[in-house]
Nanobody
């Protein structure tokens, strides 16, 4: 059973914007932390942004001030708004909720 489904990836130009969304299966309960991670081939997966049940957010230094994580009040979806994109933001982005992971969505930023 698919627990998390991502959408919104794609191609953008440097300086542009993309918005990623993650739909959470309602059967998943007691989620304390939701987040977005990214991975470049040959490198470890890295944290991009997280948000707790109380709304506390945390961002990687490389995206702070450019990306914004948010969630709906019921927690069934959460998003990553990515502004002022850079070429180095190119990666596969994964959403995470508790111990569950999405399948990943490609984000490609061209110069």
């Amino acid at each position: 059973q698919v627990q998390l489904v991502e959408s919104g990836g794609g191609l953008a130009q440097a300086g542009g914007s993309l918005r990623l969304s993650c739909a959470v299966n309602p059967s998943i309960i007691n989620i304390y932390v939701r987040g977005w991670y990214r991975q470049i081939p040959g490198k470890n997966r890295e944290m991009v942004a997280t948000i707790t049940e109380s709304g506390t957010t945390n961002y990687a230094d490389s995206v702070a001030g450019r990306f914004t994580i948010s969630r709906d009040l019921r927690g069934n979806t959460f998003d990553l708004q990515m502004d002022n994109l850079k070429v180095e933001d190119t990666a596969v982005y994964y959403c995470m909720a508790g111990t569950n992971w999405g399948q990943g969505t490609q984000v490609t930023v061209s110069s």
